[in-house]
């Protein structure tokens, strides 16, 4: 069965601080990555989709890598801002069409 | 354009009481899903549709009933809501090409089973 884990749990930092948030997964069968943001009491937000081909996708300060035969992906975030506090959710789409999702990295940035 | 929408957006409902979530999505995305998410879970798929009256079970199914008749909708049942159902519901569709697409998310329903 395929797990998927992020650390941090939780990370806090100062703004302007550069941070990666990291996603483990055990299968490494997989057909792409997907990276979303969710603000309190929101729905998710699509920030980046690695297929199981790629290497890295960035979109502005987001870059998102992915190795797949070692079974990870990271989130780098460039001079972070307070508008950037969310939480952050790794999801690999796997066999059997399922979308198996992180427990997600819970961010602050202090201004 | 107004993409995907969730309805209603918080429901109360009593055990035993049958609920409908609805689903519209308006980017005529062929693949829709049903998403249950809780404390200590995480985010967890109900159900899911390849197309227009194809669905098929997720990891976690028992409980729930869907649909399909039109490419733009997908409601979810409880048909006897129990407390365990209390959660937040999250519908999304993605477009054609299923395995190398993005899943784009609804809002969210809120439902509490009293």
């Known amino acids: 069965k395929q797990e998927v884990t992020q650390i941090p749990a939780a990370l806090s930092v100062p703004e302007g601080e550069n941070l990666v948030l990291n996603c483990s997964f055990t299968d490494s069968a997989i057909y792409n990555l997907q990276w979303f943001r969710q603000d309190p009491g929101k729905g998710l937000t699509s920030l980046l989709l690695i297929q199981s081909s790629q290497r890295e996708q960035t979109s502005g300060r987001l870059n998102a890598s992915l190795d797949k035969s070692s079974g990870r992906s990271t989130l780098y975030i460039a001079a972070s801002q307070p508008g950037d506090s969310a939480t952050y959710l790794c999801a690999v789409l796997h066999a059997g069409n399922m979308l198996t999702f992180g427990g997600g990295t819970r961010l602050m940035v202090k201004p | 354009d107004a993409g995907i929408t969730q309805s209603p957006r918080y429901k109360i409902t009593e055990t035993g009481r049958q609920v409908t979530l609805m689903c519209h999505q308006t980017?005529?995305?062929?693949?829709m899903f049903w998403y249950r998410q809780d404390l200590g879970h995480g985010l967890r798929l109900i159900y899911y549709s390849a197309a227009a009256d194809i669905t098929d079970k997720g990891e976690v199914p028992d409980g729930y009933v869907v649909s399909r008749s039109k490419t733009e909708n997908f409601p979810l049942t409880l048909e006897s809501a129990t407390r365990s159902q209390t959660s937040v519901y999250f519908c999304a569709s993605s477009g054609r090409g299923y395995s190398y697409n993005e899943q784009f998310f609804g809002p969210g329903t809120r439902l509490t089973v009293l």
């Open positions: 980017w005529s995305h062929s693949y």
